[in-house]
């Protein structure tokens, strides 16, 4: 869509509801699959990454409270959108999205929600209202310290409010412009510390939704041993996991899918932890 937008001077609209669609499917039919799929996106540019994986964390919990809901379609397609401006901000004074910006260089990228609707208004492309909405509002605060407006609570409608909790999280717990990425409980705690920022009840739904232990989470186990979160259980613990390192043996890898009955093998789970830290590479699990 980007490389259409910007070579050819078109929005490709039928491109953008064929994802929103292939989305939607995906979470109907296999939404816990999809959620370990989420994890181990790494070859995309890091904006094309958190639009999917926040569009995909949205698509669910709309589902999950009205699987009919008209504008749900609508919504996703805003949210797959909104940040696409920045890779349209690429200038001389931004040279890459990859570099760890100037205090400069993160004001800039602000200007992406402007610069994204100015060219979609240049190409004559006119957005649904529950779309537009995301599109300009998902970087808006409860408290007026978002951008690019400035809006207060009382201006954001839920599908905003409900967005920023997503996108918030999904930044917390990923490594942006340097900064070490948080585990699930401690990126929770940190958006339950600012009630005037983002809604409570709302953190409260996304944490009934993905738990404390999330799939795609790598997790820790007494017996020394990492395994991605394959899938948890009605209580949100891991039900089922694969099995990657051994750490006392740390040149060694391992593929072994465990159910939590054959748990005793690897001890009882610690927590989630960073990949990085362990030398796992996401790139290399298939």
């Known amino acids: 869509m980007l490389m259409f937008t910007k070579n050819k001077d078109l929005f490709p609209e039928e491109s953008l509801y064929e994802c929103v669609d292939s989305l939607l499917y995906m ?26 994986q ?23 397609a805003g949210a797959l959108l909104h940040t696409m401006g920045k890779p349209l901000l690429i200038s001389e004074q931004l040279p890459s999205l990859k570099i760890r910006m100037s205090p400069s260089q993160a004001e ?21 209202p529950a779309c537009h909405d995301i599109i300009l509002n ?11 407006a400035g809006k207060q609570a009382a201006e954001l409608s839920e599908r905003v409010r409900l967005i920023s909790v997503i996108k918030i999280i999904n930044k917390l717990t990923h490594e942006r412009n340097g900064q070490h990425p948080r585990q699930p409980l401690d990126a929770y705690r ?19 939704h993905f ?9 820790k186990f007494s017996n020394g041993f990492l395994a991605w979160i394959m899938d948890v259980d009605a209580k949100g613990m891991p039900c ?14 391992i593929d072994t899918v465990l159910e939590n009955n054959d748990f005793t093998q690897i001890g009882r789970l610690e927590g989630t932890v960073n990949p990085t830290d362990y030398n796992i590479h996401m790139a290399n699990h298939p």
């Open 27 to 52: 979470v109907t039919q296999d939404r816990r699959g999809l959620q370990y799929a989420l994890a181990f996106l790494h070859d995309e540019p890091e904006w094309v990454r958190h639009a999917i």
């Open 190 to 208: 940190w958006v339950n510390n600012c009630p005037t920022i983002y809604e409570k009840s709302l953190l409260v739904e996304y944490i009934q």
């Open 54 to 76: 926040v569009s995909s964390q949205l698509a669910m919990i709309l589902i999950s409270r009205d699987p009919y809901a008209s504008q749900t379609r609508e919504t996703v």
């Open 108 to 128: 800039l990228l602000k200007e992406h929600v402007v610069a994204l609707n100015n060219k979609l208004t240049a190409l004559g492309w006119v957005a649904s």
């Open 138 to 148: 998902a970087n808006e605060r409860l408290d007026g310290s978002g951008y690019p």
């Open 240 to 253: 089922k996991v694969n099995v990657i390192k051994n750490l006392s043996f740390r040149d060694t890898s």
């Open 211 to 219: 738990g404390l232990y999330p799939i795609g989470s790598l997790a």
